[in-house]
């Protein structure tokens, strides 16, 4: 019988290997949003109508996806950004696979994102974005009017970086864009219906990429296409990987 998918654990948090018929040795890094889970020998990418999907179409490629829970609602910091290191050495060692992975980030998982990127750049070949939450300080503020959302934020950011409210914002400074640098290239995906206030945090991204000379791509989609991006995204792959 054809093994699909590897569970395990690491640092007790539940991690999975999605296995693909006939590999192309490529790995690909999931770093998911807030809403993002791995459990009990199933996960949110297993359940979630469109990202199984975009899990299945990966797999018919021939990537070997992988991902882990990361603590839940772990918001970038340093115990998630660690252990998404850990699994990229874990993964290396029991799979056979090229070193330079992609990454597919969302939301959240933009920030952990950014420290791979800037941290191991020679590992990672190239990133996918979906509506990447690349500024923590300023997503909390942007949160600021919507008092129910912007409470339970606070509540999920001080469990996650282990700090008191007033502590909390020395603490997240460093959660933006503009404390990473890397030259790994960037395809964005970002829904029309985002706020402005967001758009405008995505092109200052674009902007500084593009004075840094690094590639990036950004694309604004309607919200009921968000997942029909998967030939986009699998062009994206392909176009950083003449280079092994």
Avoid at 105 to 116: H, I, K, Q, R, S
Avoid at 155 to 184: C, G, N, Q, W
Wanted: with cysteine.
């Amino acid at each position: 019988m054809e093994i699909r998918e590897r569970f395990f654990f690491l640092e007790q948090e539940p991690c999975v290997i999605h296995l693909p018929e006939k590999p192309n040795g490529f790995g690909v890094l999931i770093l998911g949003d807030y809403n993002h889970f791995v459990e009990s020998g199933t996960s949110l990418w297993m359940q979630h109508v469109g990202k199984a999907h975009l899990l299945e179409e990966l797999r018919n490629e021939g990537y070997t996806v992988f991902t882990s829970n990361l603590y839940g609602r772990h918001w970038g910091n340093d115990k998630a950004v660690r252990l998404a290191k850990r699994l990229y050495h874990v993964v290396m060692k029991k799979e056979i696979l090229n070193e330079r992975i992609h990454i597919i980030a969302e939301g959240m998982g933009a920030l952990v994102a950014l420290d791979m990127m800037a941290t191991m750049s020679k590992s990672i070949r190239s990133a996918v974005m979906l509506h990447p939450c690349l500024d923590l300080p300023r997503h909390l503020e942007l949160e600021r009017e919507h008092k129910f959302f912007y409470k339970r934020l606070l509540r999920e950011l001080i469990a996650a970086y282990e700090v008191s409210e007033e502590d909390l914002p020395a603490m997240i400074r460093s959660k933006t864009f503009r404390s990473f640098s890397s030259h790994i290239p960037v395809r964005m995906f970002v829904p029309t219906s985002e706020r402005k206030e967001r758009k405008i945090i995505v092109r200052e991204y674009e902007q500084l990429q593009f004075q840094s000379g690094s590639p990036i791509s950004l694309s604004f989609h309607v919200q009921d296409a968000k997942y029909k991006v998967v030939r986009p995204i699998l062009q994206a792959f392909h176009t950083h990987e003449a280079d092994l």
